[in-house]
């Protein structure tokens, strides 16, 4: 059983920073890709940013420059550290890992999914 656990949401400030992490857990043998989404109320789940085990890195074109994503793969972690934070930025984000190799075949995860409000 492959399990994600994010942290790192909660309440900052217009302009502020936050560093989310997400951390699988499991047997597993290697994670192709993982990355960030976000929901904010009443809109889709859509994509902040993802990352390959070897590094390539994809990001949605309006939050390029202030989001940077980071990968352990050591640790089966990735990070999102988010900088001069918005009220639009409000949101749940949520954590996926796609491609993730284990005992029982290949399949797709999602975390739980932690809040980040923007507020002043």
């Known amino acids: 059983q492959v399990q994600l656990v994010e942290s790192g949401g909660g309440l900052v400030q217009p302009g502020g920073s936050l560093r989310l992490s997400c951390a699988a857990s499991g047997s597993i043998f290697s994670i192709n890709a993982m990355g960030w989404y976000r929901q904010a109320p009443g809109k889709e789940r859509d994509l902040v940013a993802i990352?390959?085990?070897?590094?390539?890195?994809n990001y949605a074109d309006s939050l390029k420059g202030r989001f940077t994503i980071s990968r352990d793969n050591a640790k089966n972690t990735v990070y999102l550290q988010m900088n001069s934070l918005k009220p639009e930025d409000t949101a749940v984000y949520y954590c996926?890992?796609?491609?993730?190799?284990?005992?029982?075949?290949?399949?797709?995860?999602w975390g739980q999914g932690t809040q980040v409000t923007v507020s002043s």
């Open positions: 996926n890992a796609r491609g993730v190799v284990t005992t029982r075949g290949k399949y797709d995860y």
């Open positions: 990352i390959t085990s070897g590094g390539y890195t």
